[in-house]
């Protein structure tokens, strides 16, 4: 049974309501440094006390992107009071276009609290590495696009100490992240 | 044989009903869009996606072949589509990180393989099966809209045009979400 069936079967586990389990500390993630949309350096482990949503993206994407940003909006809104205690963090796999400046103004269209992240080519790899993330470059010489980046839709959710505790497929609902951040937020998680 | 005069306006009145009928059957539209719209293009780019649902009203299966719109510089058809990539975990990343730090370490799992990943990717046509209908919708189908010449705000109208494989056109006007 390959390791992300495995995986996806723990979250199948979050969602059948068994609220008083403890969240399993995933094999996966871990600190990291890179550039924010401020252009500053950023460090993953000065997040400590605050849950973690991290989203592997890029600013041209037309769906996945744009959908899953949109859902977070509505997860803050539904988050309320604990919505200050969760922070997003959208790493680009697309550093050549995604400057710190155009992140920040994308990112500015939606209601998350969210902060852009980009790098080297070498930085964002390892990141991607060390998550069990993908991305693809992806050429189109005959579109206006230029290129396209295939890239995998998992959203990471990590607790206060920058563990890894859910993987959220693309498919999970408000509901879901909302319950699996609430889980992650809870004193006993 | 002589046709009465009384009877001439009769016949005349059925060839021109049958007439303005054919010609009423040939102006209507086999293929129809509705429900378009377009996504607000995020505030860095000029570009966007158009969804809609389109319906082929004739017997004859029909394809989107290309796109137009006075808004924009260029339309493409696109779709979105799973891919695999054949080794994520050494082309994209570097060393796994196995520390678990966490009450539950004895729960162990193989290092993870390479995700399924989505990417979007253009396409020749799309097409409508007869008597039927298809829809373009985030996360599958759609038309891009590259180079648009002037920022839209919310609820803003935008007139593309479809060209099809019989060389119609269909009219859209899509509305900015």
């Known amino acids: ?101 155009v992140l920040k103004e994308d990112l500015s269209s939606f209601q ?3 902060i852009g992240l980009t790098g ?3 930085e964002i790899d390892k990141v991607v590495g060390l998550y069990g993330a993908s991305y693809e470059i992806i050429p189109l010489p005959d579109s206006a696009a230029k290129y396209s980046v295939a890239h995998s839709t998992t959203l990471y959710g990590l607790d206060g100490e920058g563990r890894t ?5 693309y498919g999970a609902s408000i509901d879901d ?6 889980e992650i937020l809870a004193p006993n998680s | 044989m002589k046709i009465r005069a009384v009877q001439l306006p009769s016949f005349v009145f059925v060839v021109a009903v049958f007439a303005f009928a054919g010609l009423v059957a040939a102006q209507e539209p086999a293929v129809v869009a509705h429900d378009a719209w377009v996504r607000m293009p995020a505030p860095s780019k000029m570009e966007t996606a158009l969804y809609l649902v389109l319906e082929n009203h004739s017997s004859q299966p029909r394809a989107v072949v290309s796109a ?40 162990s799992m193989d290092k993870p393989t ?26 599958g189908l759609h038309i891009m809209m590259f180079g648009l010449k002037s920022r839209p705000a919310m609820g803003d109208k935008i007139n593309v045009t479809l060209k099809l494989d019989d060389g119609s056109t269909v009219p859209v006007v899509a509305i900015v979400k």
């Open chain 1, 1 to 101: 049974m390959k390791s992300w069936t495995r995986l996806a079967a723990l979250i199948l586990l979050l969602t059948a309501g068994c609220h008083h389990a403890q969240l399993p500390v995933l094999p996966i993630g871990g600190d990291f440094a890179l550039t924010d949309f401020n252009n500053q350096r950023f460090e993953l482990s000065s997040l400590r006390g605050e849950a973690v949503l991290i989203f592997f993206g890029y600013t041209s994407c037309p769906d996945v992107c744009p959908t899953t940003l949109s859902k977070l909006s509505s997860v803050y809104k539904r988050l309320g009071a604990d919505s200050p205690r969760v922070k997003t963090l959208y790493i680009t796999v697309d550093p050549n276009r995604d400057t710190p400046a």
């Open chain 1, 112 to 114: 998350v609290d969210a």
């Open chain 1, 120 to 122: 080297t080519k070498a």
């Open chain 1, 165 to 169: 505790r859910i993987l959220f497929p």
């Open chain 1, 177 to 182: 992240i909302v319950r699996g951040v609430k």
């Open chain 2, 68 to 107: 137009s719109s006075d808004a924009a510089a260029k339309l493409e058809i696109h779709e979105m589509k799973t891919v695999m990539k054949d080794d994520s975990m050494g082309k994209s990343g570097g060393p796994m990180n196995q520390s678990t730090g966490g009450s539950d370490s004895s729960m």
């Open chain 2, 114 to 139: 390479s995700q399924p990943m989505m990417a979007m990717t253009p396409i020749s046509k799309i097409e409508i099966p007869a008597n039927g209908k298809i829809t373009l919708a985030p996360n």
